[in-house]
């Protein structure tokens, strides 16, 4: 990337997910004829990243177009993501932004951008990237994009509608983007995509074998996963779970533990099955993540009761819990039965007071030593993620972002680790 104190300022907002940060930096690795700044108040130009996963989404990305006129010098506002799809076209119109372009053009960025007029490229769903990120700008983990849409139809979901179906990224170019990042000194690596889990499909691969090669070039140390499905965890999979390079946290999708709200949902996973999963890999010593939806429509009282049920039941250490927001356009959107706000809320809490109690003595109850990547320093001490994907707080003299330490010993506080080294 070039920089130049005489050329136009650029600066990324982005919303959602790890994806999106992914595409970010794919935008970034792709301007010639810009500077990156991170300050958009010094902005001749703004991008914004968009999420439209639910309809909170789309007016949080409203509300902070709207609070870009309000800057002393307004940027010149260009719309990309995931809500080009669903609101970007009315954007367009009312003139609330001054351009927009698809995924599928965000390689195209600098000479989109060196338009003076405005213009409207929502491209197609079916584009595969064929960039090389060679750094990730503020970042000690890099993330690695393996692919792209989703095959799945659950019922509250509008992503595979924004994405597309599901399609990998080419092995070649992923082992490609690795090397490179891991020979500029990241060790960590993040696989993400719509669908991690989908990974090879139609390719007569997949992502254990993916796996498996990457642990094979010099400098990878640990690899993480985003979300994955339960049905994805097959006997391949499974077989590498004991490898060193592998985290020793997965982050499987449930949505929920309620028979019933998964047929509403449109889900794939069954309870049991989930649970038998969950078990065996507790027994390798996972952490263990989910995706929660609380609210859904037709979550009775009864429901939630069972849910809670099999919910301290799973050895679970990690939830992305929310609350069920109505999205345009999924089946889910038109249910009836909704349920109201407040209880909502008072199931979500319920949830993560649960969970939180889980992890806590997950992490009393560990016995093995931590291998910690510090990724920054703040208030006097050094923070980093574990590979149970746990945070630790660490005191001490030497300096320390950047590198891996272990950690022997340890205090489990309420929401992290602190430990002195």
């Not at 082992?175 to 696989?191: M, P, R, W």
Request: proline share 2%.
């Amino acid at each position: 990337m070039q920089f130049s104190t005489n050329k136009q300022k650029v600066y990324f907002k982005t919303f959602g997910c790890r994806t999106n940060v992914f595409d970010t930096q794919v935008m970034m690795s792709r301007l010639e004829d810009f500077e990156v700044t991170t300050d958009e108040k010094k902005a001749d130009i703004v991008v914004i990243n968009s999420c439209t996963v639910t309809n909170s989404a789309d007016s949080t990305a409203r509300g902070y177009i709207n609070s870009l006129n309000k800057l002393p010098k307004p940027p010149r506002v260009i719309f990309t993501g995931c809500g080009v799809w669903t609101k970007g076209e009315n954007l367009f119109k009312d003139n609330k932004i001054d351009s927009l372009f698809g995924h599928s053009e965000k390689e195209n960025i600098n000479e989109l951008l060196k338009k003076e007029e405005r213009f409207f490229d929502a491209g197609d769903l079916e584009h595969i990237d064929d960039t090389i990120v060679e750094e990730f700008i503020g970042k000690s983990r890099a993330f690695i994009k393996i692919q792209e849409g989703c095959d799945f139809r659950c019922s509250y979901c509008i992503i595979p509608y924004v994405r597309g179906d599901a399609r990998s990224y080419k092995e070649d170019k992923i082992l490609e983007q690795v090397t490179t990042l891991a020979s500029n000194g990241f060790g960590e690596f993040i696989l993400t995509g719509t669908n991690v889990g989908s990974y090879g499909k139609k390719q007569h691969t997949s992502l254990a074998k993916l796996l498996k090669k990457m642990s094979l070039i010099k400098g990878v140390r640990r690899i993480r996963m985003g979300s994955i499905e339960p049905i994805q965890i097959d006997d391949e999979f499974k077989e590498l779970i004991n490898e060193p390079f592998m985290a020793k946290h997965l982050h499987i999708a449930l949505q929920h533990t309620s028979k019933t709200m998964l047929k509403i949902m449109n889900r794939r996973n069954k309870v049991l099955s989930d649970l038998e999963l969950f078990e065996f890999l507790k027994e390798n010593g996972y952490a263990l993540g989910t995706d929660f939806i609380v609210g859904h429509p037709g979550e009775s009282d009864e429901l939630w009761k069972e849910a809670v049920e099999n919910l301290h039941r799973f050895p679970l250490t990690h939830v992305h819990a929310f609350t069920y927001s109505k999205r345009d356009g999924t089946p889910s959107a038109t249910m009836k039965d909704e349920v109201r706000g407040d209880i909502s809320k008072l199931r979500y809490n319920e949830l993560v007071q649960i969970i939180k109690d889980k992890n806590l003595a997950f992490r009393q109850n560990n016995t093995k030593p931590l291998d910690v990547l510090i990724e920054s320093y703040k208030n006097g001490k050094y923070h980093g993620l574990d590979q149970h994907f746990n945070q630790i707080e660490v005191e001490s003299s030497a300096d320390l972002v950047g590198d891996w330490i272990t950690i022997e010993n340890y205090e489990a506080k309420e929401d992290k680790n602190v430990a002195k080294f």
